[in-house]
């Protein structure tokens, strides 16, 4: 799963103990490393990072996933399948956004994200801070929700993972079965939460 996933799967401010420690270490958790830098951080902000870690295993374990994956290996994208089925698992997840999260608007969301990470920006990691200023000034969360989001995001990674160039291809080719992969998504979502809702971080 890719940025919005995760930060929805934070939790609800209302609902949720310690909500924004989880948001921190959710979010900080992708370029965090090693037990050292974990235990820098507040037992309550490393549950968001152990909540950041489940779901990625959860989701590269899961079949359905791995059926998503399968696909997008034989459309041409290789070892990039699984970066295309993030990304594209969070543009079935914006485009559908009322149905998943009907409490809040995608825009209202992703601008009460944006604050809430620009805030505490100094406790993520340099290179997250960077890429925040980015994902909030260019509203990459909101974007997914267009084709030309995901192709935007995809674009974006080609250029900064090696020999990452196959990934400029990787929205057409999730776009032309993407009847079949919001399919996949649709199973899988409902066990991720239930996944979440059964583990204690």
Do not use: C
């Not at 609902?15 to 090693?34: K, Q, S």
């Amino acid at each position: 799963m890719n940025f919005l996933a995760h930060l929805l799967l934070s939790g609800a401010p209302a609902t949720t103990p310690d909500y924004e420690d989880i948001v921190i270490g959710n979010f900080a958790a992708e370029a965090v490393r090693g037990r050292a830098q974990v235990q820098a951080y507040p037992e309550t902000v490393q549950r968001g990072i152990r909540l950041h870690r489940f779901i990625d295993s959860f989701t590269d374990a899961h079949p359905v996933v791995r059926r998503t994956t399968a696909r997008l290996r034989t459309a041409g994208l290789g070892k990039w399948a699984g970066v295309v089925a993030d990304v594209g698992y969070d543009y079935l997840l914006a485009r559908n956004f009322p149905e998943f999260h009907p409490t809040e608007p995608l825009p209202e969301f992703s601008q009460r994200l944006y604050a809430l990470l620009h805030a505490r920006r100094e406790e993520l990691p340099d290179r997250l801070q960077h890429m925040l200023h980015y994902m909030r000034r260019d509203d990459w969360l909101t974007g997914y929700a267009q084709p030309e989001g995901l192709e935007r995001a995809l674009h974006g990674l080609s250029r900064r993972v090696p020999s990452g160039g196959v990934l400029v291809t990787g929205a057409a080719a999730f776009l032309a079965e993407v009847e079949a992969y919001e399919a996949d998504f649709r199973e899988f979502w409902p066990e991720l939460r239930v996944g979440i809702a059964q583990t204690t971080f």
